[in-house]
């Protein structure tokens, strides 16, 4: 038998997207009498799960809807990092001590496969205020480390780039983002549930198609075998 196993955050009003924009989610609820609902939405596009392309980080990259779905979508393994402190520096170190654990549960990276990352941050954070500002991060080498594994996209359960935690940050900062955007690796951020998951599952992150723009709200979950 197979289950599905949802991977995405509901969003209700006043969710908070990332502090760079600093929206919460808006609704705007119309309603008729007899039973007629029309609703508009503001937030940012980068609010709980979503999938960023290229064009996040760099002048003239692949806006998201030339993303193929397939780039997230595929048989993925997860590397649980846990536990992990808040503001805690993941290093390419810390990812191969994962890839070992992976390895004694009977198996490994391949080319191609999703790469998820585990530390179980936004189980408890994603949608606070605190979720950004004390959010584990990966450093550069830990960046390196996945892109050299030709990953076909890298999901997280926590806010990857470390400069962006705090105001104040440059662009050339986001070293996390232009490492594995800049390989043509697509992120897929604020997933949730990773901690159910077995070591490999089918994982999905079907996303809005957006035009011109560099993500879109996605619905991300994995297909397990019982």
């Known amino acids: 038998m197979t289950r599905i196993v949802d991977l995405s955050p509901t969003v209700p009003e006043g969710f908070r997207g990332p502090p760079s924009t600093d929206l919460g989610v808006r609704f705007d609820v119309r ?29 003239g990259g692949r806006p998201v809807e030339a993303l193929p779905l397939d780039s ?14 808040e503001r805690s520096l993941i290093g390419a170190g810390a990812l191969d001590e994962a890839s070992d654990r992976l390895e004694k549960l009977g198996e490994s990276i391949a080319p191609a496969d999703i790469l998820l990352l585990r530390t179980g941050w936004a189980d408890r954070a994603l949608g606070s205020p605190d979720y950004f500002r004390l959010s584990p991060a990966l450093t550069e080498d830990a960046a390196q480390w996945l892109v050299a594994r030709e990953p076909r996209c890298v999901g997280c359960d926590f806010f990857e780039e470390p ?28 997933v949730i549930g990773l901690g159910s998951l077995p070591p490999r599952c089918e994982f999905y992150a079907p996303f809005f198609k957006f035009g011109g723009i560099e993500a879109a709200p996605a619905r991300a979950f994995a297909v397990v075998e019982s």
Not at 35 to 55: I, K, P, R
Not at 72 to 85: K, M, N, Q, R, Y
Not at 163 to 190: K, M, N, Q
């Open 31 to 59: 309603t008729k009498p007899g039973g007629w609902q029309s609703s508009q939405a503001s937030l940012s596009v980068h609010t709980g799960c979503h999938v960023e392309s290229e064009l996040h980080v760099a002048e």
């Open 72 to 85: 997230v979508i595929g048989s993925a393994v997860v590397l649980d990092l846990t536990p992990v402190s």
């Open 163 to 190: 400069a962006a935690r705090d105001p104040g940050w440059e662009a050339s900062e986001f070293v996390v983002h232009r490492t594995i955007l800049g390989a043509g690796i697509p992120l897929v951020e604020g």
